[in-house]
């Protein structure tokens, strides 16, 4: 019971790695509040699941870059739950296409769901995670920040940019307790990556990942816990990469 009566926001938490993070803090004791978009099922089947371990969910649908969303929840949150120990930044989404073919809609809509959407949360809960004078921030970023791939400028460019948010935050939120860190996940088997992993998924894991497999959602999850619980304590603006070798381009 690593998080045993803390809260827990997680965005994008019906399906992926955001579900499997959703799992892991319930199962460590925490009370898990998860955004999703549009998978109701999904989002039922979870609450379901967490329940019936005896586990505390909340299933909060919305847009995370909705401008007003991320403070509504979390004045919700606060009202009910009386805190918010630990925000995760899971929701992403991408829209790849070559540089000169991508459409500005392709474009903002990425960067405002990747990058706006991180930033609205972070903005929600900062204040009261200060009052509290301690706070868990964990932003999900990609490797493909550092390690391009061609086709996904609007990406790498939101990804960059939480990498920088999650840097500049640490440094303002270090002194009242909160510590900000980041995850860049290599390649995950997620619905995300589902048509590149039917393309290349085999070449991928034997020919590019040290480790010989694509990664898992709980691979991400269990950093995820790592980064929510008193073992990181005095850990703050990383980025660390979990990609079972991928980007050290063996
Ligand atoms: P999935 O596509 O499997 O799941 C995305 C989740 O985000 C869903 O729960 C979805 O909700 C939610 N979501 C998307 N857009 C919004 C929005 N505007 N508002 C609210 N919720 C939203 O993605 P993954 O699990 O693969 O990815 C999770 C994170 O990990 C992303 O930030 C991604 O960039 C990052 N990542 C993933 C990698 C991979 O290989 N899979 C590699 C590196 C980074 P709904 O179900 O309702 O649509």
């Keep these: 019971m690593l998080l045993k009566d803390q809260v827990a926001l997680v965005t994008g938490g019906s399906r992926g790695i955001g579900r499997a993070i959703v799992k892991a803090y319930a199962a460590a004791g925490a009370k898990v509040a998860f ?38 929840l979390a004045e919700q949150l606060l009202k009910d739950w009386g805190r918010i120990d630990i925000l995760v930044n899971n929701a992403g ?58 086709g996904q400028t609007n990406y790498a460019a939101s990804k960059g940019a939480v990498n920088a948010l999650t840097r500049s935050l640490a440094v303002e939120l270090g ?27 085999d070449f991928i894991a034997k020919k590019l990942i040290p480790m010989r497999r694509l990664g898992e959602p709980e691979d991400i999850a269990a950093v995820a816990l790592f980064l929510a619980s008193p073992a990181s304590a005095y850990l703050t603006g990383q980025v660390l990469t979990v990609d079972g070798g991928l980007s050290l381009g063996a």
């Design 175 to 201: 002194s009242r307790g909160i510590t900000v860190n980041a995850i860049a996940p290599g390649f995950i088997a997620t619905d995300m990556s589902e048509a590149i992993r039917n393309k290349a998924g």
């Design 35 to 72: 955004v999703y978009r549009g998978s109701q099922a999904a989002a039922d089947a979870l609450v379901e699941e967490v329940t019936a371990a005896g586990g505390t969910i909340r299933a909060c649908q919305g847009d995370v870059k909705e401008p007003t969303f991320a403070n509504t």
């Design 93 to 150: 989404i991408i829209h790849d296409d070559l540089f000169v073919r991508m459409e500005p809609d392709d474009w903002f809509k990425v960067v405002h769901t990747n990058l706006d959407g991180t930033y609205l949360f972070c903005k929600a809960v900062a204040y009261p995670m200060m009052k509290q004078r301690s706070g868990r921030i964990i932003n999900i970023s990609s490797v493909a920040a550092d390690h391009v791939n061609a």
